[in-house]
């Protein structure tokens, strides 16, 4: 189902919250104000994004390609299962985010925080995450997910490599590491789960 700029914010305005399955393609978006929305299973591909305030919004299963989110609130949003490629989400705040199974291709995540995100089976492929905060961010990706092809130059918080799958990442201080497999390995050795 797709509706207007002006639907949407004036069913917000009389209330309404649940927005799920809506087609909001192409739409500019910028500076909108919808705290708590619920849009869940939402097609905002090519949606520009930038400046909203989506704190604690519900984004479960949304398809996210090409949208620009630059420098968007998606604070204690819930992305999980969100797919996202050649996106621009500068400087977004993601903190206390739910970024469970997310997958994110191509997408500019630079300047980003993530602090107390949790990012378990997360995956980014390809992706600008210079300076970008993970201060208490929890990563969990091996499993499902991980780091492939992805910068992390000048990222803020720690970085356990023993936590997630990853290729070809250059780390926060420049180094470019091949693989987190002996981290893993070492890892759970220390456990004893050989």
């Keep these: 189902m797709r509706i207007t700029v002006e639907e949407l914010l004036q069913q917000y305005a009389a209330g309404e919250r649940d927005f799920r399955r809506v087609n909001l393609e192409r739409m500019d978006l910028s500076g909108i104000n919808l705290p708590g929305v619920n849009l869940n299973e939402v097609y905002l591909s090519e949606a520009n994004l930038s400046r909203a305030n989506l704190s604690e919004a519900k984004l479960r299963h949304a398809r996210l390609d090409r949208v620009n ?34 997958y994110l291709v191509s997408v500019d995540l630079e300047g980003a925080t993530f602090r107390g995100a949790e990012m378990s089976n997360a995956e980014f492929q390809h992706c600008n995450m210079r300076n970008v905060n993970l201060e208490g961010a929890t990563w969990n990706m091996l499993d499902v997910g991980g780091l492939f092809d992805v910068d992390l130059t000048g990222a803020i918080g720690e970085l356990e490599l023993g936590d997630f799958i990853g290729v070809g990442i250059i780390l926060p201080n420049g180094e470019f590491l091949e693989a987190t497999w002996e981290f893993i390995d070492r890892k759970r050795k220390l456990r004893g789960e050989e």
């Design 69 to 102: 989110l630059e420098g968007a609130n998606l604070s204690k949003t819930d992305l999980t299962y969100v797919v996202s490629n050649e996106a621009n989400w500068r400087g977004v705040n993601l903190d206390g985010a739910f970024l469970q199974e997310t």
